[in-house]
């Protein structure tokens, strides 16, 4: 087994192995821009760790949730912050959604996905 393969199944261990908390429900507005409206539901795996102390940021889309298949990384430049982002049972017009959600004001993100890696 090769490290593509580990390090997915090593996300998708702390996935099943954490319980979601949805702390910013699908329709709630961006604490810091109020016309930023989350397009689904946003939160973290809690008792995970991040460099920032909060817990590992998830989005939660439609989909059952099922092995974990794409995350994003983002760039912040107020925050001057890089973060990952879990997408978690997300189709593609989801991930569509949640691009262009964090490609604005500040931010800019872009789409990692396990084919990329792995095929």
């Given at each position: 087994?090769n490290n593509?393969h580990e390090?997915?199944?090593?996300?998708?261990q702390i996935?099943?192995n954490?319980?979601?908390v949805?702390d910013r429900p699908?329709?709630?507005?961006h604490p810091n821009?109020?016309?930023?409206?989350?397009?689904?539901?946003y939160g973290y795996?809690?008792?995970?760790?991040t460099?920032d102390c909060?817990?590992?940021?998830?989005?939660v889309?439609?989909?059952p949730?099922?092995?974990l298949?794409e995350f994003?990384?983002?760039?912040?430049?107020n925050?001057?912050d890089?973060?990952?982002?879990?997408l978690?049972?997300c189709?593609l017009?989801?991930?569509?959604?949640?691009l262009?959600?964090?490609n604005?004001?500040?931010?800019?993100?872009?789409?990692?996905?396990?084919?990329?890696?792995?095929?």
């Amino acid at each position: 087994m090769n490290n593509d393969h580990e390090f997915w199944e090593y996300l998708n261990q702390i996935v099943v192995n954490y319980p979601i908390v949805v702390d910013r429900p699908k329709g709630s507005i961006h604490p810091n821009y109020d016309d930023l409206v989350y397009p689904l539901d946003y939160g973290y795996l809690e008792g995970t760790t991040t460099v920032d102390c909060g817990g590992i940021d998830v989005w939660v889309g439609s989909e059952p949730h099922s092995n974990l298949k794409e995350f994003i990384c983002t760039v912040d430049l107020n925050k001057k912050d890089v973060e990952i982002k879990l997408l978690i049972g997300c189709s593609l017009s989801e991930i569509n959604m949640i691009l262009d959600f964090h490609n604005q004001h500040s931010m800019r993100a872009f789409l990692i996905t396990k084919q990329q890696f792995i095929g």
